[in-house]
């Protein structure tokens, strides 16, 4: 049986056709690239990415190098006694009734949990272990302060079967490092990389993953940078060499047996691994690591503000080119910000003339400074750039800093607007918002009934009237969203609401 072309397979074949024809009539570019002409305008049409990289290399000359400088560290910590352990938190059967027939029952045979088990005396001490390595001749080594934390008694294990006693020398909460001291001068120890490793970089994890002694897994870089909400100073390398509970303190290795990062937190709904793996970069565990044996502690610059992201809708609020630096919520009472004159809403694009990418960008440039340290900060107020000189207080345990009440008179309001329901607030400035229209871009952006506004556009909110005075102002400039600050009992925030949709 012959199948007969259809009249849409000749069609197609005739465009086919045609198309052949014109690729036939270009030209070739030169490079090998193809020119092709549309009207008047040529084209080019660049050769695809060539890649000529080694393959996978042989990790295990890395590995008999730098095994022997990666140690097991092994915590004997307190453990505070469990009332009652015996019982088990099963029922009590106690307060029986005198007739009830199973009194005689426990009368012979005991209450459930009072049987051999529960005579014994609780733990007082719990055990866990993590990975270190050194980093001089000496007995320096590095590992998690998570590690080592709440420790009465630290021990680590050496490749070759040794156990040394040691002693901290140092801890940095902020940072998960510890450094730790043995006694001895002919350990074999590693160096910690000038550089990053790249995006796809193979690197080889060493540790003491759930006990089970040196163990060597490798995988590559996944990105730098990241945060993953554990501080301000996150700025973590990211790997998928595989690594588990146990490898925490230990190093991180490039091919050239240098270490790039101390494997620090898992991403894991299991607990166990599932590729995705932090460490610490090796430039923060120098520099924490050279004050920690110095000093013991770890000292930084504080500026003492509040601050949050710049979103593009925020940076649109504020007429920023970019949504880029840090905006300031709230300057904490008597810290080096609020006596300099930094204000709410500010936002910091620049330290000493270094640009503030973002939040974290900011905490980190002034963790680098001392305290007493003079700094130029650069900041935008009101669409103007303006210079502030700050002199740094020391970071230490401050108290999140708490906004004081204006208690200036409220002129009484009670309307709607942007799908807020609004009255004066009792209680000092701002207006306090009685009702969300659940469909409103307020409620999608988490604004609730009980939150404060407390200014709009960088101005202070008086009544109503000051709301559509800033909403007002904000649409002659041509913004698409205008900014609240909102105060509740969790703190301050600023809030971009759009302008477009009620």
């Known amino acids: 049986m012959v199948n007969l072309p259809s009249t849409h397979a000749k069609a197609r074949r005739i465009r086919k056709n045609a198309l052949l024809a014109t690729v036939l009539s270009l030209g070739l570019g030169a490079a090998g690239a193809t020119a092709i002409m549309v009207g008047n305008a040529p084209f080019a049409l660049a ?3 060539s890649v000529d990289a080694p393959a996978p290399a042989d990790f295990s000359a890395v590995v008999k190098g730098v095994l022997p400088a990666v140690v097991a560290v092994q915590v004997k910590s307190k453990i505070e006694p469990v009332a009652d352990r015996g019982r088990r938190g099963g029922p009590d059967f106690r307060d029986l009734p005198r007739d009830h027939p199973f009194n005689e029952f426990f009368r012979r045979f005991g209450q459930p949990g009072e049987g051999d088990n529960s005579r014994r005396p609780p733990r007082r001490f719990g055990r866990s272990q993590g990975s270190g390595f050194f980093i001089t001749e000496d007995g320096y080594m590095v590992t998690n302060h998570h590690v080592i934390d709440g420790a009465e008694e630290i021990s680590v294990v050496l490749n070759d079967g040794r156990e040394l006693d040691a002693e901290v020398v140092g801890s940095d909460k902020r940072t998960d490092l510890a450094l730790l001291k043995v006694d001895g001068d002919d350990f074999i120890y590693v160096a910690l990389a000038d550089e990053k490793p790249n995006v796809g970089e193979w690197v080889v ?10 163990t060597v897994t490798a995988g590559i870089v996944s990105a730098n940078g990241r945060n993953i909400g554990s501080g301000p100073y996150d700025d973590y390398i990211q790997i998928d060499a595989p690594v588990n509970r146990g490898n925490s303190g230990g190093p991180t290795f490039n091919t050239r047996g240098e270490v790039v990062g101390v494997n620090t937190a898992i991403f894991s709904p299991s607990g166990g691994n599932v590729g995705i793996a932090f460490a610490i970069p090796a430039a923060a565990v120098e520099a924490v690591v050279e004050e920690l044996r110095d000093d013991g502690t770890v000292t930084r610059g504080w500026l003492g503000v509040q601050i949050q992201q710049v979103s593009a809708e925020i940076a ?7 949504a880029a630096g840090a905006l300031v919520v709230d300057p904490q009472d008597d810290g080096p910000a609020q006596a300099a004159g930094i204000q709410p809403g500010d936002v910091i694009t620049k330290v000493d003339g270094k640009a503030v990418e973002d939040t974290r960008s900011l905490a980190r440039m002034i963790a680098e400074y001392d305290p007493k340290a003079t700094v130029v900060i650069t900041l935008v ?3 103007d750039e303006r210079q502030i000189k700050v002199t740094l207080g020391k970071l230490g345990k401050q108290a999140a800093a708490t906004p004081k009440p204006d208690t200036a008179p409220v002129k009484p309001a009670s309307d709607e607007i942007l799908g807020l329901t609004l009255r004066a607030n009792d209680d000092g400035q701002g207006l306090v918002v009685v009702n969300v229209d659940p469909d409103s871009q307020a409620a999608e952006r988490g604004i609730q009934s009980g939150d404060v506004i407390v200014s709009v556009a960088g101005a202070p909110v008086t009544d109503v009237d000051a709301i559509g005075t800033g909403i007002d102002d904000a649409r002659d400039k041509g913004r698409k969203s205008v900014l609240l600050q909102i105060e509740n009992q969790r703190g301050n925030r600023f809030i971009a609401l759009p302008l477009d949709k009620g």
């Not at 994890?205 to 040196?214: D, I, R, S």
């Not at 649109?316 to 970019?322: H, Q, T």
């Open 47 to 49: 050769d695809p990415v």
């Open 205 to 214: 994890a060493v540790g003491n993953p759930f006990g089970l002694g040196g």
């Open 316 to 322: 649109d609020s504020l007429g920023l080119d970019e």
């Open 381 to 383: 107020r009101g669409g």
